[in-house]
Each structure stands twice: as C-alpha cells, then as structure tokens.
C-alpha cells in the first residue's frame, strides 16, 4: 500500500477515566464523594457513538489500465440507539422480542469528496409465541443519502472507455456509497406439533437505485453508470419433521418474483430487462446435530419464467438455489462459522441475468476479557455466461469473482471504551476463458486495500 500516511489521534482524558484529582490540587480523601451518575433504562438496549479512521487504496476499484487509481483518508462517525420495547406491552411470554434500531453513519472521503454520503440505518425485529404458535419479523432498512450522479467509469470521452469492461464487483463498492433505498425484510409464523411443524414464509429484497439515468452513447455520458431499480419477493411453506428435539429436516416451496427496471428509450440504452417469475423446491436441514454444531441448509431446483424481451436462451429456465449458514463454537472462546448462498439475480447495471455465488468463512476468538481476535475469507462470483446479450460491452461475455481476506483486533479499554484496527483485501479476476483482447480482459483484474481504526463508546 503505497503513500500511507500516519495519523496520531490522542484521546480526551475523560474518556479513559479523569485526571487524577491531586493534578489539580486536591487532596482524595477530603474531596466530596460524586454522586452516580445516569444510568441507561432497561428498554433502551443500545446507546453508542463511535469515530474511525482508515485509507481505501483504491476507491472505484479499477485496474489501473485506463482510470488511474485513486486513494483517499476517510473519517466515518456512527451514533446509535437501541429499543426494546417488549416490556411495554406486560406479556413478556407472549410477545419475546420487539426492538427498534437507527444507526446513522457519516462517510467522509476527504480526497474523494464526490464519495461523501451517509448511510441511515434502521432495523425493526418481533418475536411473539402463543402456546404452539410462533411469529417472527426482521427488517433492515437503509437510506444512503449520497450522490444522485453515479460513477462514469471512462479515461476520457474521446478515445478511451474501456474501463466500461472492468471487473462486475468493482462497481458494487462505489454504487453503495450512491443515493438508494434497501429493505430486507424476512416473516415466518410457524405451528408446532411433537414432531411436525408447518411454517409460512415471506421474503423481500429491495433496491430503489435513486442516481440520475443519462444517455452513454455520447459525451459527456460515455462510461456513466445507469443504475436501474430491482427487487426479489417470494412467499411459501415448508414442513418439517423433528428428527430429535434439536434437530429438523424441511421440505418447502417458493413462489417469487424478480423485477428489474426497465431503463427509460435514451439514446443508446438497452430497455429491455430480464424480471421473472419463479418457483423453487427445497429440501433442506436445521437445528443441531451436536450441541457444538449449529446449521440451517436449504437447496433445490428454481423453475423460471422469463419475460419474453429478456436476454436469456431460454424463457423457462431451470436453475438452483442453495443457502447455509453453519457455525462451530469449538470452545467458549472460539467459534467458526461458514455462509454459503447461490442463485438467479438481476444485475443492478445491466440488462441481463446472472448465477450470484457467495461462500464465506469466519472466525472469533475471544483471547482475553478484553482482547477479540476475529479472521474471514470469502469468494463471490458473477456468472452471466446463460445471458445473450453479446453487443457492445457484451455483457453476458462475463464471469467475474472477487476474492477476500479480512482480519480484525478489538481491545476493551474499559466496559464503555473500545478501540478496533480492522484490514481488508480485495482481488478482483476474470475466470472466463478466451475472451478476445477487444473485449479488454486485463480490465476486470483490481487490487484493492482498506485498513481502519475505530473507536466506540457505549453508554
């Protein structure tokens, strides 16, 4: 990492306890004691402010072959509340779990100003039990108020846009900092009996793109990045069998839809999309095979339909779907967890499909009281090679992955202050075979490195 610079930040000192009293002239033992001071009320979960500093090497991601790499210091401020207002309601066994989060975060990237953008975030969870009966909601929510002009990745307007090729991921770093809305949001009500249950599902993922939508066919617009709206809903069953009290095999079906915006008849843009129906049969396994082991599985077919303007092979496409989460707590300290997930998605800058895969594996250790040591892995891939959408960019000509590494230090100065330097490696690649050197294969290699300090108060 190249022109790092350091920066030394010296704390308050009331932030790691006050100044010795005889500093100031005063002798302990005749000073008055201090009364206590306020203590937070048990429905408000979380109240915390934290500051980090940190470097990103290489801020839109790029090769270097056509845009030249820019680095930026960036500062990041993040309060944060917590409710649980659970008690309110005086049925503590019936409804378990109602809290509500904000967390707002301040990105500042002081090189890169037109990076600027804060992240509101909020979250809303249930839990309600009635006899048999079981009812759960979790909703993450996200508003970035950033930037409505998205990125335009192009050396110049004349002669050179070849960074238009670069790598699938690169683009998804700097589109997150763009004006947007999110919301992921999950429901299950479930019926138990001695070793049957019966559980309804829900399930929504949204993306409302909010960045200006232009002409790329001429200046100043070549490279620009259209960003159209998405979104994945579904709703169905699964039925469960018991194999011991901890342990469940499900079978479950799906019926969703994905939606992709069509991008408005501009001169040069594609308005066709690729929006679906689709229907997925799971098998699938979770709980507990060993008090040690925690797993949720769940794969099967994913029948699709396509509509007919879609840039597919074939309208009734037969894919899969697989998701796991697993986690090993190998001793009270330590614990590994791995997450897996592949499936048919929409591209959030383009017009086509693409299979998404993601595995990932985490690792905790908790050394001492105060001292947390945390490592992870994780490989995502872009396959569009099932579009056919072969012109200009070409891209259903692509298959991308990403490969990181992260690691992680947090120290406990004391139960309210924490301090904690995070690292993180991206390498962007293509894997696809034989593309021809029109199509700029060199583009979609990127190296990208972050490195942060952080601290964080909790009252």
Same mark, same amino acid.
Request: hydrophobic letters at 35%; one cysteine or more.
């Given at each position: 990492?190249?022109?790092?610079?350091?920066?030394? /930040?010296?704390?308050?000192?009331?932030?790691?306890?006050? %100044?010795?009293?005889?500093?100031?002239?005063?002798?302990?033992?005749?000073?008055?004691?201090?009364?206590?001071?306020?203590?937070? =009320?048990?429905?408000?979960?979380?109240? !915390?402010?934290?500051? #980090?500093?940190?470097? $990103? $090497?290489?801020?839109?991601?790029?090769? *270097?072959?056509?845009?030249?790499?820019?680095?930026?210091?960036?500062?990041?401020?993040?309060?944060?509340?917590?409710?649980?207002?659970?008690?309110?309601?005086?049925?503590?066994?019936?409804?378990?779990?109602?809290?509500?989060?904000?967390?707002?975060?301040?990105?500042?990237?002081?090189?890169?100003?037109?990076?600027?953008?804060?992240?509101?975030?909020?979250?809303?969870?249930?839990?309600?039990?009635?006899?048999?009966?079981?009812?759960?909601?979790?909703?993450?929510?996200?508003?970035?108020? *950033?930037?409505?002009?998205?990125?335009?990745?192009?050396?110049?307007?004349?002669?050179?846009?070849?960074?238009?090729?670069?790598?699938?991921?690169?683009?998804?770093?700097?589109? @997150?900092?763009?004006?947007?809305?999110?919301?992921?949001?999950?429901?299950?009500?479930?019926?138990? %009996?001695?070793?049957?249950?019966?559980?309804?599902?829900?399930?929504?993922?949204?993306?409302?793109?909010?960045?200006?939508?232009?002409?790329?066919?001429?200046?100043?617009?070549?490279?620009?990045?259209? /960003?159209?709206?998405?979104?994945?809903?579904?709703?169905?069953?699964?039925?469960?069998?018991?194999?011991?009290?901890?342990?469940?095999?499900?079978?479950?079906?799906?019926?969703?839809?994905?939606?992709?915006?069509?991008?408005? =008849?501009?001169?040069?843009?594609?308005?066709?999309?690729?929006?679906?129906?689709?229907?997925?049969?799971?098998?699938?396994? @979770?709980?507990?095979?060993?008090?040690?082991? #925690?797993?949720?599985?769940?794969?099967?077919?994913? +029948?699709?339909?396509?509509?007919?303007? !879609?840039?597919?092979?074939?309208?009734?496409?037969?894919?899969?779907?697989? @998701?796991?989460?697993?986690?090993?707590?190998?001793?009270?300290?330590?614990?590994?967890?791995?997450?897996?997930?592949?499936?048919?998605?929409?591209?959030?800058?383009?017009?086509?499909?693409?299979?998404?895969?993601?595995?990932?594996?985490?690792?905790?250790?908790?050394?001492?009281?105060?001292?947390?040591?945390?490592?992870?892995?994780?490989?995502? @891939? !872009?396959?569009?090679?099932?579009?056919?959408?072969?012109?200009?960019?070409?891209?259903?000509?692509?298959? $991308?992955?990403?490969?990181?590494?992260?690691?992680?230090?947090?120290?406990?100065?004391?139960?309210?202050?924490?301090? /904690?330097?995070?690292?993180?490696?991206?390498?962007?690649?293509?894997?696809?075979?034989?593309?021809?050197?029109?199509?700029?294969?060199?583009?979609?290699?990127?190296?990208?490195?972050?490195?942060?300090?952080?601290?964080?108060? #909790? +009252?």
């Amino acid at each position: 990492m190249s022109h790092i610079r350091i920066k030394v /930040c010296f704390l308050l000192p009331f932030c790691l306890g006050g %100044w010795p009293a005889k500093m100031w002239g005063a002798d302990p033992a005749t000073t008055t004691p201090v009364p206590a001071g306020w203590q937070k =009320p048990a429905w408000l979960t979380d109240l !915390a402010a934290g500051v #980090k500093e940190g470097y $990103d $090497d290489n801020v839109l991601l790029v090769s *270097g072959h056509g845009l030249p790499i820019q680095s930026s210091w960036f500062t990041s401020v993040s309060p944060k509340v917590g409710l649980n207002l659970a008690p309110w309601l005086g049925n503590p066994q019936t409804v378990q779990t109602l809290t509500l989060g904000y967390a707002p975060e301040v990105n500042l990237y002081h090189e890169a100003p037109v990076e600027n953008y804060t992240a509101h975030k909020a979250t809303l969870a249930a839990k309600v039990k009635d006899g048999d009966f079981s009812f759960g909601l979790d909703n993450a929510f996200l508003y970035d108020e *950033g930037s409505p002009v998205a990125e335009t990745y192009a050396l110049n307007q004349t002669s050179n846009q070849n960074d238009k090729y670069d790598n699938f991921f690169a683009r998804a770093v700097p589109r @997150e900092r763009r004006e947007q809305i999110q919301d992921r949001a999950t429901l299950l009500g479930q019926e138990d %009996w001695e070793h049957f249950f019966v559980r309804s599902t829900a399930a929504l993922t949204y993306y409302g793109l909010d960045t200006y939508l232009f002409s790329t066919s001429a200046a100043p617009y070549k490279g620009y990045q259209n /960003c159209p709206d998405r979104y994945d809903a579904n709703g169905g069953v699964d039925v469960g069998y018991k194999v011991t009290s901890d342990l469940a095999v499900t079978l479950g079906y799906r019926y969703g839809q994905q939606h992709q915006q069509a991008l408005p =008849p501009l001169a040069g843009l594609d308005t066709r999309e690729s929006s679906s129906d689709y229907q997925r049969v799971l098998l699938g396994l @979770e709980g507990k095979p060993w008090s040690w082991l #925690k797993v949720k599985l769940a794969g099967g077919p994913d +029948f699709r339909d396509y509509n007919p303007q !879609a840039y597919v092979s074939d309208d009734h496409l037969t894919t899969y779907y697989g @998701e796991a989460a697993v986690t090993a707590t190998i001793s009270p300290e330590q614990s590994v967890t791995v997450n897996y997930k592949q499936w048919q998605w929409v591209s959030a800058n383009g017009v086509v499909p693409y299979f998404d895969s993601l595995y990932s594996l985490a690792y905790h250790w908790k050394a001492t009281p105060k001292l947390d040591l945390s490592l992870g892995g994780r490989i995502q @891939e !872009a396959d569009f090679t099932s579009g056919t959408d072969t012109a200009g960019s070409a891209p259903s000509l692509r298959d $991308d992955r990403q490969y990181s590494v992260t690691a992680g230090i947090t120290y406990a100065v004391n139960p309210h202050l924490s301090a /904690c330097l995070t690292y993180a490696h991206d390498l962007g690649a293509n894997v696809l075979a034989g593309l021809p050197a029109a199509m700029q294969p060199a583009y979609r290699d990127f190296e990208h490195q972050v490195v942060s300090l952080g601290l964080q108060y #909790k +009252f």
